[in-house]
């Protein structure tokens, strides 16, 4: 038991959590707690004071909106998992998130925001194209996923915004999301893929776990839409990826899980 | 800080930091030693109890986060009678050491709860977050597959 004395400010709803992030630059963020409790335990998070979202009205909601849908960064995989609304590779991404206690605090903002590159929701996001809505007191802004994860956990969210939410734009195409673990609970990713794809009109391929931040193959996506032989889809994102060596696995093997995922894939549609 | 939620029923009120983990307020507060410490950091499950009925990893949980909520431990799970699940356990042989014991009783009765009939694969992916070192689990499945048939319910 580490001993915290931080205060925690919960505000009850998203405008006096927008005003309470204006004046508490500082403050850690904290949702479920999945990612921040682990780190407070383990000593690796030194706080000044905690903002607390977890009873923030106006975050844990999910709505078709003209030309697609929005789901709050409140939203808990287990939210997101029930409801009828949820976009199946969304759906799939949440049920593979540890456990179902964990499931049941983990939001989906908070798996955005933390930005491990093992983050399962990551790749689904960018295959579906979205766009991650930030505010603060200066106004909103909206984020393509493509470009918000910069660097190593580095992410394009300023000190005094909060995410509210994800918008998904009506998508086409047949979809798909693998995740390689070491079991199917309670296990971080060593490889996750999330793909859409239109034969002849486009592609994403997007992983997770292969680099520092989950990424697009732009260039296999393309060899894909132009109808270049599989072979050589598989051989470009093999090429695109930068997988390295570590504790869960080998970049030799995510290469080649990644390739096959890919392959496997194709030659069942 | 003073928190006041409800423990098993009771209305509590505690004094601690607001970031104090809900485990560390049960067991050491309110001297609730059911729910037990395996890992400290989500994995294992054995801290698991039950907030409004939704069961948690109570390591996870800051008490700021449970003011105003029904918490529920192993505790409080038994009526005047023992909970099937706990009925079950004894009599399929489900526990072992028993420290992983009191959260697995939470994660199926939470379970059985929603789905009285699970099948094999639902009750294998609602205790997938319980880790057990003695059982094999293939005691505690079959324990918590037969907690409603078991009673008739
Ligand atoms: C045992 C265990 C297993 C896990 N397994 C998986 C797994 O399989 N796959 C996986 O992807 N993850 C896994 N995780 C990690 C974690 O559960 C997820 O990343 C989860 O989605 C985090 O959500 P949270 O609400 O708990 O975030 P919190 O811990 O509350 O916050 C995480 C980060 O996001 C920030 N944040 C949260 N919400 C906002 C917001 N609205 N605006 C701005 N910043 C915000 C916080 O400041 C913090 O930096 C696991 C964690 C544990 C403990
Ligand atoms: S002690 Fe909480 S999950 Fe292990
Ligand atoms: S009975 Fe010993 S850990 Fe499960």
Same mark, same amino acid.
Do not use: N, V
């Given at each position: 038991m580490l001993r915290c004395e931080a205060p925690v400010y919960r505000p009850r709803t998203l405008t006096d959590a927008i005003y309470a992030r204006a004046d508490m630059p500082d403050a850690t963020v904290i949702a479920g707690g999945t990612d921040v409790m682990v780190y407070l335990e383990s000593g690796s998070l030194k706080p000044t004071r905690f903002l607390d979202l977890w009873d923030c009205s106006g975050l844990r909601w999910q709505q078709f909106i003209t030309g697609g849908q929005f789901c709050g960064a409140g939203l808990t995989c287990t939210d997101a998992i029930r409801s009828p609304q949820t976009h199946p590779l969304v759906r799939e991404a949440c049920s593979t998130v540890g456990a179902v206690q964990i499931q049941n605090r983990a939001t989906i903002g908070g798996n955005i925001c933390n930005?491990?590159? =093992?983050?399962?929701?990551l790749p689904v996001w960018l295959a579906l194209d979205a766009e991650f809505e930030l505010a603060s007191m200066r106004g909103r802004r909206r984020v393509p996923a493509a470009s918000?994860?910069?660097?190593?956990? &580095?992410?394009? #969210?300023?000190?005094?915004? #909060? #995410?509210v939410g994800v918008l998904l734009p009506q998508t086409t195409g047949e979809t798909h999301f693998r995740k390689v673990g070491?079991?199917? =609970? &309670?296990s971080i990713s060593k490889v996750i893929f999330a793909g859409r794809y239109r034969r002849g009109v486009e592609a994403r391929l997007a992983f997770g776990a292969v680099g520092p931040t989950p990424m697009r193959c732009r260039e296999a996506e393309a060899a894909l839409v132009a109808g270049r032989p599989v072979d050589e889809v598989v051989a470009l994102v093999e090429a695109e990826i930068t997988p390295i060596d570590d504790v869960r696995s080998t970049a030799d093997y995510r290469r080649k899980v990644a390739g096959n995922i890919v392959r496997r894939w194709l030659a069942s549609l | 800080m003073i928190t006041r939620f409800v423990c098993n029923g009771q209305p509590v009120e505690v004094e601690t930091p607001p970031m104090t983990r809900l485990l560390d307020v049960l067991r050491e /507060?309110?001297?609730?030693? %059911?729910?037990? /410490?395996?890992? %400290? /950091? %989500? /994995?294992? %499950?054995?801290?698991t109890v039950r907030i409004d009925g939704v069961p948690v990893m109570s390591c996870l949980v800051p008490v700021a986060q449970v003011a105003g909520c029904n918490v529920q431990t192993i505790e409080g799970l038994a009526g005047a009678l023992v909970h099937p699940v706990q009925a079950a356990m004894l009599e399929h042989g489900g526990a072992q050491c028993g420290i992983c014991t009191p959260g697995l009783c939470m994660s199926a009765a939470a379970l059985l709860e929603e789905n009285p009939h699970p099948s094999v694969e639902q009750v294998r992916v609602a205790l997938a977050g319980n880790l057990c070192r003695c059982t094999g689990y293939q005691k505690v499945i079959e324990a918590v597959s037969h907690a409603l048939v078991d009673t008739g319910e």
């Open positions: 930005s491990s590159p =093992a983050g399962d929701t918000f994860w910069k660097g190593y956990k &580095q992410i394009d #969210l300023r000190p005094d915004e #909060l #995410l070491t079991r199917m =609970a &309670q | /507060e309110l001297r609730l030693t %059911g729910s037990k /410490e395996g890992c %400290g /950091e %989500g /994995e294992c %499950g054995a801290c």
